[in-house]
């Protein structure tokens, strides 16, 4: 199994920066590829960025595109999320999730709550 930990969530005005960690632990050899979502209240739980663990290849969303940067660092078992110019939109409940594949995140954080006033 994989245990994740979100860290770094907090309130900030709109404009602001805020990084997100998400420490990793357990059998993290498992871990094939890595990714940040976010629920807002009576939204969907949408992917805002995911990373291949081996080769740090990243990925997107067009709303967040520019804005937040996914990174790893493997000797920490660590997944970071940097989010600039933040937006009241990207206010939500921040969840980093792992996967030993290409299909599911099997593995999934407690969240982390973002709160951006404007």
């Known amino acids: 199994q994989v245990q994740l930990v979100e860290s770094g969530g907090g309130l900030v005005q709109a404009g602001d920066s805020l990084r997100l960690s998400c420490a990793a632990s357990?059998?993290?050899?498992?871990?094939?590829?890595m990714a940040w979502f976010r629920q807002a209240p009576g939204k969907e739980r949408e992917l805002v960025a995911a990373?291949?663990?081996?080769?740090?290849?990243?990925a997107y969303p067009a709303s967040v595109k520019g804005r937040f940067t996914i990174a790893r660092d493997n000797a920490k078992n660590t997944m970071y999320l940097q989010m600039d110019s933040l937006t009241p939109e990207d206010a939500a409940v921040y969840f980093c999730?792992?996967?030993?594949?290409?299909?599911?995140?099997?593995?999934w954080g407690q969240g982390t709550q973002v709160t951006v006033s404007s």
């Open positions: 999730a792992a996967g030993r594949g290409k299909v599911a995140y099997e593995f």
């Open positions: 357990g059998r993290t050899s498992f871990i094939y590829r």
């Open positions: 990373i291949l663990w081996s080769n740090g290849i990243t």
